[in-house]
């Protein structure tokens, strides 16, 4: 396996995808790699699974952020190459969970590099993730960031947050984990394989990618006063010691909604009447830092 696959968002980053395609040129020769360009969210699945089965590449590069991860592991179920990514969304969590930069330079080097480390991905209804999976509030805080026209960033995450903070309503559930039944009447859950979610939050502050489990963060029905105050607590990993807040661990999570509602797998929103996730029993090869 010679050649690199780039896979690149071009609207990622307020359309950085464009700015990665001339440094790659000058990084790597052109017999080395080559480039698709996703046309838009939803197809890049496909696109990446029709090139791999038509050339063994030894690395498929996924440029662009979280989302653009997702569908690109998903394109990519039998591979046995090394996955990478060159991280320029809006949030990058699980860039930073590996602790990669956000500098286009620095991740050709560690492609160029060629270090791997073993990681596991998971799977939620059947498709794979990386990063982290929220249930309630995060659906309509990423709802709310993605109509933002004017705001980008953290801090367009921030106020989101807030938003939600005041407009949503905790909701009773039936939690399974392990064959174990838990009942929470939580504003959030979420279920970490990384750390981060809305560009920088350390909602799962001990999730370990090497890991057979989770780590599960239940946020319980605050008062609204109480969480503006743990927001700064959120970012540093802290929350664990705000009243009403619980962590647990676990490989398989199943949950059932009264209804169809939408559930934030790795930034993207998918609609679901119940959900079942699992660690997965196989380790990928994910480019990081030598």
């Known amino acids: 396996m010679e050649k690199i696959l780039f896979v690149i968002n071009p609207v990622a980053g307020n359309s950085k995808g464009h700015e990665v395609i001339p440094k790659i040129n000058k990084y790597f020769h052109k017999s080395k790699y080559d480039i698709v360009i996703t046309p838009k969210k939803g197809v890049t699945e496909e696109m990446v699974r029709k090139k791999v089965n038509h ?4 690395s498929v590069i996924a440029v662009g952020g979280d989302g653009t991860l997702m569908e690109t592991l998903n394109g990519l179920i039998d591979y046995k190459g090394s996955v990478g990514i060159i991280p320029i969304g809006s949030g990058n969590d699980f860039a930073k969970t590996l602790g990669i930069a956000e500098n286009i330079d620095e991740s050709l080097k560690i ?18 993730f990386l990063n982290v999976i929220g249930i309630g509030i995060d659906a309509m805080i990423i709802d709310y960031k993605e109509r933002s026209k004017l705001i980008k960033g953290k801090l367009n995450y921030l106020i989101a947050t807030i938003k939600g903070i005041f407009k949503y309503k905790a909701t ?5 984990i392990d064959a174990k ?3 929470f009447n939580p504003l ?3 279920i970490g394989n990384g750390k981060y979610i809305g560009n920088g939050m350390k909602i799962t502050p001990h999730a370990d990618l090497t890991s057979e489990k989770f780590e599960i963060c239940i946020i319980g029905d605050l008062k609204k006063k109480i969480l503006l105050k743990s927001i700064t607590k ?9 009243q009403g807040v619980e962590f647990l661990k676990g490989n398989t999570i199943t949950i059932e909604f009264d209804q169809v509602r939408p559930v934030d797998v790795d930034g993207n929103l998918i609609n679901c009447k ?12 994910f480019l990081v830092k030598g």
């Open 111 to 128: 492609i160029d590099e060629g270090y791997t480390k073993e990681i596991y991905s998971a799977w939620i209804n059947g498709q794979r």
């Open 181 to 183: 039944e838990y009942n």
């Open 188 to 190: 959030f859950i979420a």
């Open 274 to 285: 119940s959900v079942n996730i699992k660690k997965s029993s196989s380790k990928i090869k």
């Open 234 to 242: 959120l970012y540093k990993g802290l929350h664990g010691g705000v």
């Open 172 to 176: 009773p559930l039936k939690v399974i």
């Open 55 to 58: 050339t063994p590449y030894r």
